[in-house]
């Protein structure tokens, strides 16, 4: 088995969401992961987060954000649920307005360097999300005063206001168990 337990995602040597032809390999580091080309991840881990969250859509999760600020984070990730086939196209920078106003109302940031910026939209279908790490952190001023490495972006119809609070319980329970 490979030091680094990740799996390709998408055709081989071929990139998902780019589909320019790739010189990677399962021993790629994490750090390494994601498409020279548009930043897709490519290699993703099995981590926890994907099994248990259902609702996380693996294409639009980046293993690297190029994002330097909380906007372009949000704005990165309701790209790949775009690109994806989650988000209208039509609807694209509405729901990242609606998530950027969310964040003015109060930060999302849950501390250790976590964030989740999470909305309700009249254009989607059903409840989704993505996933997107930085390694250099971003400033979603968070109530620690740590920039943010993983950004866990979570967004649902206004009708199913049930599936919306049982994603963020879920979540929730999810950090209160890695942080203990």
Known sequence: ???????????????????????????????????????HAIWFPPLPMI????????????????AGSMEEAIGELVGGLTAAGHVPKASAADVTSAFIRR???????IGGGYAVPH???????KLVGAIGYSPDGIDFRALDGELVNMVILLISPPNQPGDHLRALERISRFFRGQTD
Do not use: W
């Open 51 to 66: 099994e248990i969250f259902d609702f996380i859509v693996p294409e639009a999760s980046y293993s690297r954000l190029d």
């Open 119 to 125: 909305v309700k939209h009249p254009a989607i279908t």
């Open 1 to 39: 088995m490979s030091p680094y337990p990740y799996r390709f995602r998408g055709p081989s040597k071929q990139c998902p969401a780019c589909e320019r032809s790739l010189d990677l390999n399962p021993a790629t580091p994490p750090e390494k992961a994601a498409c020279p080309h548009c930043g």
């Open 103 to 109: 964040e003015q109302l109060g930060s999302t940031a």
